[in-house]
């Protein structure tokens, strides 16, 4: 039944035509020497150059870089032991509550979890800076994170671990050295998903970054807003370039490690 | 005391920044405004123990939320954005359809590099791709230099700034979250059921109907969902592509806390924003449960 039809192949076409033309346009228009964007008038590198010189971006970019790297870490371990609570801690008090505020973020309209974030740390009396976001940031992310890994979690065959417990392990080495390894993939995709969400907010940033601190996406958005610019054509093109070499490398490792563990696997079966 | 510990510290994480700012969001919703910083005065002293919590209730007023219901401009907003949320789904259903379809029937060994293609947009920042149709639907964009080129059009059209410009936005953006569901859903379906319903003499088309789309309900369901409900609350799309004629609430919270500072009603907002996400996420979560019922 598996065949191309020439429906199937045109649906194809246009919708990949549809997901990438964008961008593949806003790729080829950094290279435009002219300043009218939607004007070409011969390839030049020229906006690549005044971006590098831009400090503004390029500390915004370092402060990005820094909130990502610190909450997609934060959120990593949190989602992890939230996703180990949701699936083995079985019953105590207060997990509906628990389960909820895991999966309420998810579905969370942005301006209403910057709002709310904005008034806490006012109303505590938190300086807003790069702190406020990781605090923010770290706290959707860890949401992402345990459901990743939970979904991991719950096809892992727990005998492996009480084989390890029986042949004296202690808890945290079971963990260290047989839970881990298993669900790894589960964790790093977690991280991942963290940190280009982190990289990626404007809304919650916006609101919980005081005038101290801007993030790229903001730098990006008050640009923006007056219109296209060659600039931002050139830093777009960078990132998108940086995105997909991230996307191409895992999806190379993932393939090689399923492939491995699956040898492994079969290995174990036969002997 | 393990247990404990891996219980509590994400749980305290959750409580002390997920919960409670939501709490004093609903707070702030129920406070009057003042011209001071913060701009509101509160209604609930709890430091002054019981006699404050018996003023609050006793003064406990809806004004923000009836203020809601009197300016023209919020219920608007609400009601616009639920339009604007309902056809911007319908319209990606039917580009996303096709494209899970041709998917889920491309041979075997396409399938992985077809779905890294649908996933790496997701990966890349939200911001450019909603930037990047800017230069494309302005009124000296690419759209309508090529428009005007093939002679199709003689004057150029204005899509951007237009609630066609969110449509299109909309789509673009949140494809993935429409095409994955449905593909995973017709991928699991048995193709022997289209061939016997062909050899008992069914036409193509009407297998489609029949088997094809009743088979991938729940993966069109689940998109729609996906779809839906961030929509409603969106503010960077009907910012960026919609103008001024473009009315969404996200954008009306927005202003009314960085531009207006009135932060009570800006809380009110959110509250009634939440209230009516609730009904799309509880018939999304009985959606899933289902099909997780039907599969385990």
């Known amino acids: ?271 | 005391m393990r247990r404990a510990t891996l219980i509590l510290l994400p749980y305290l994480w959750l409580l002390a920044l997920f919960l409670v700012p939501f709490v004093i969001v609903l707070k702030i919703s129920l406070s009057d405004i003042e011209l001071a910083i913060p701009p509101y005065t509160p209604t609930l002293d709890l430091s002054e123990g019981w006699k404050g919590l018996r003023d609050f209730f006793a003064g406990l007023d809806f004004e923000n939320f009836v203020f809601l219901t009197t300016d023209d401009l919020y219920w608007k907003a609400y009601l616009s954005s639920l339009q604007i949320a309902s056809i911007a789904t319908l319209c990606t259903l039917l580009v996303g359809y096709p494209i899970a379809y041709g998917m889920a029937n491309a041979p075997d060994h396409w399938r992985p590099t077809l779905m890294m293609l649908v996933i790496l947009p997701f990966w890349t920042s939200f911001l450019i791709r909603v930037y990047s149709w800017m230069g494309i639907l302005s009124t000296e964009g690419y759209l309508n230099q090529l428009l005007l080129s093939l002679g199709l059009i003689s004057e150029p059209l204005t899509i951007l700034n237009t609630p066609v410009a969110v449509y299109i936005g909309i789509v673009y953006t949140y494809l993935p979250f429409m095409i994955l569901p449905i593909y995973s859903a017709l991928e699991r379906m048995d193709g022997s059921l289209l061939e016997a319903a062909e050899d008992l003499g069914c036409s193509r088309i009407k297998a489609f109907w029949l088997i094809t789309i009743p088979l991938s309900k729940t993966g069109i369901i689940a998109g729609c969902f996906l779809v839906f409900i961030p929509t409603i609350g969106e503010f960077v799309i009907p910012s960026l592509l919609g103008g001024s004629q473009t009315l969404m609430i996200g954008k009306v919270l927005w202003e009314e806390f960085f531009n207006n500072r009135d932060w009570p009603v800006a809380s009110a907002v959110a509250v009634v924003l939440l209230l009516i996400l609730i009904i799309p996420i509880v018939l999304f979560q009985r959606n899933e449960q289902k099909q997780r019922e039907a599969e385990g």
């Open chain 1, 1 to 271: 039944m598996r065949r191309l039809t020439w429906f199937n192949a045109t649906s194809l076409t246009l919708g990949f035509a549809f997901l990438y033309l964008p961008m593949i346009i806003l790729i080829v228009y950094s290279f435009n020497e002219s300043k009218l964007v939607t004007v070409w008038a011969g390839f030049s590198t020229k906006w690549y150059g005044t971006l590098i010189q831009n400090e503004a971006f390029l500390d915004a970019a370092w402060v990005t870089i820094q909130v990502a790297v610190v909450s997609s870490t934060i959120a990593t371990v949190l989602g992890t032991m939230a996703a180990l609570v949701l699936v083995r801690a079985g019953r105590f008090y207060g997990r509906t509550l628990f389960s909820g505020m895991i999966y309420a973020p998810l579905v969370m309209p942005e301006v209403i979890t910057g709002l709310s974030l904005l008034l806490l740390f006012i109303g505590i009396g938190l300086d807003r800076g790069i702190f406020t976001i990781i605090l923010a940031h770290t706290t959707f992310s860890m949401c992402f994170v345990s459901v990743v890994v939970s979904s991991r979690l719950v096809t892992f065959d727990r005998s492996l671990e009480e084989a390890a417990l029986d042949l004296g392990c202690s808890h945290f080495d079971a963990f260290r050295l047989v839970t881990l390894p298993i669900i790894a993939p589960a964790v790093i995709s977690g991280w991942l998903l963290a940190f280009t969400l982190s990289l990626d907010d404007l809304v919650i940033a916006s609101f919980t970054a005081g005038p101290s601190a801007t993030t790229l996406p903001i730098k990006i958005w008050s640009s923006i807003r007056l219109g296209v610019s060659p600039e931002i054509n050139a830093l777009s093109t960078i990132m998108i370039a940086i995105v997909a070499v991230g996307v191409i490398t895992a999806s190379l490792i993932t393939k090689r490690a399923s492939l491995r563990q699956q040898a492994d696997e079969r290995a174990a079966v036969h002997a």
